[in-house]
C-alpha cells in the first residue's frame, strides 16, 4: 500500500521560514514526479512546486517562485519544501502528491497524496 507522509508544518511568524518534508512508502517513487500543493479554507488546492525523477528539472507556481525551493533524495523516497519569506497569505494545508504520468499543475494529474501538514503564517 502506498503511503506519503508529511511532515515539518506548524505556526510561524511572517517572515520566517519552514522545511517541510514528505516520505513515500509501499513503492519506490525514484522514477515518478513529485510536488507540493496546498488548499486554504474555501480556496482550490493550488500548485506550489513539482520536480522530477532527476531532480534537474523543477517547476514553480507563480505565488511562490523565489521564495520556496523543491528537492527530492531519492534514495529516501521523501521530497522536501523550503519555504522562506512566509507571508500571511501562504497559511494553509499543505500536502505532497506523486505524479506516475509526468509533470503536471492540476491536482488531478497526481496519483497518491499525503494527508497534509497545516502552516499558519501570523502577521
Known amino acids: 500500500q502506498v503511503q506519503l507522509g508529511e511532515s515539518g508544518g506548524g505556526l510561524v511568524q511572517a517572515g520566517g521560514s519552514l522545511r517541510l518534508s514528505c516520505a513515500a512508502s509501499?513503492?519506490?517513487?525514484?522514477?515518478?514526479?513529485m510536488a507540493w500543493f496546498r488548499q486554504a479554507p474555501g480556496k482550490e488546492r493550488e500548485f506550489l512546486a513539482a520536480?522530477?525523477?532527476?531532480?534537474?528539472?523543477?517547476y514553480y507556481g507563480d505565488s511562490v517562485k523565489g521564495r520556496f525551493t523543491i528537492s527530492r533524495d531519492n534514495a529516501k523516497n521523501t521530497v522536501y519544501l523550503q519555504m522562506n519569506s512566509l507571508k500571511p497569505e501562504d497559511t494553509a494545508v499543505y500536502y505532497c502528491?506523486?505524479?506516475?504520468?509526468?509533470?503536471?499543475?492540476?491536482?488531478?494529474?497526481?496519483?497518491?497524496w499525503g494527508q497534509g501538514t497545516q502552516v499558519t503564517v501570523s502577521s
Open positions: 502528491a506523486v505524479g506516475v504520468r509526468g509533470v503536471g499543475f492540476s491536482p488531478r494529474q497526481y496519483d497518491y
Open positions: 509501499g513503492r519506490t517513487f525514484s522514477r515518478y514526479v
Open positions: 520536480i522530477g525523477w532527476s531532480a534537474g528539472n523543477t
